[in-house]
Structure formats: structure tokens, C-alpha cells
């Protein structure tokens, strides 16, 4: 029944904010949609952006997020980059199981609490 993810969404206390850092820490494109609506967008997916209280239908909490991106760069690299761009890792590289298999995964968190994992497959 279920292909694939299209987007998810992530609740954040400032949106421009949330979209300079992804954009500078992880390359990924600020996109606005449906007007005034903000995501980040890279490959065929986008994580789209809300503040609290915007989306009552959920049980949204700011820091909640808990993402696992892949990426083809080595561990190496990823800590290098990371490095780089001031971020503190919390965690990596470690092993891990992604959907596809084993995984190398490195941990930060986004201004906001979330937790983002950074993972390549061998």
C-alpha cells in the first residue's frame, strides 16, 4: 500500500531560523508553498516547518523531531563538515540498522532539540 515517505514535519520556534541552518548545515532548499507554508526540500522528499499551535490536528512539541538522513558521504566527512559548521555531535560515528541494512550514523541536534542522524550505507 505505502511506497514511500513524501514529507514530514517538523515543529520549531523560529522558521526562518530552522531553514538557515538546514540549508547551511545540510544543503537542503527552502521552498515556501501553499502561500506562506516553509519546508526544506532535497531529493524527492521535504520536511515542511511549523511553529507551535499552527497544525491542531497533531500533539506537536518543539525538540520532538527524530530524523535518520542518508547520505553517500563517508562518516568522515560528515564529522568533518559538521565540525565545520559549529555543530556538536552528540553521538557518532556508530553502527546502526537503517531500512536497508546496517548503517554508520552520526547524531547532532538542530537549534530546536531535534535529533537529526546523518547515516551512509557501506
Not at 516547518?49 to 558521504?73: F, K, M, P, S, Y
Request: aromatic share 6%; with cysteine; charged share 25%.
Amino acid at each position: 500500500m505505502i511506497d514511500r515517505i513524501d514529507h514530514l514535519v517538523l515543529t520549531v520556534r523560529d522558521i526562518d531560523a530552522a531553514q538557515a541552518f538546514y540549508a547551511r548545515v545540510l544543503g537542503m532548499e527552502p521552498v515556501t508553498f501553499a502561500g506562506t507554508r516553509k519546508a526544506l526540500r532535497f531529493g524527492d522528499q521535504k520536511i515542511n516547518l511549523q511553529t507551535l499551535g499552527q497544525e491542531t490536528r497533531n500533539h506537536a512539541c518543539i525538540g520532538a523531531g527524530d530524523l535518520c538522513l542518508v547520505t553517500r558521504w563517508n562518516p568522515d566527512r560528515v564529522i568533518a563538515h559538521l565540525r565545520a559548521e559549529r555543530v556538536e555531535i552528540v553521538e557518532g560515528p556508530v553502527a546502526k540498522s537503517g531500512a536497508l541494512g546496517p548503517i554508520t550514523s552520526v547524531y547532532f541536534n538542530d537549534p530546536d532539540g531535534n535529533l537529526i542522524e546523518v547515516s551512509s550505507y557501506p
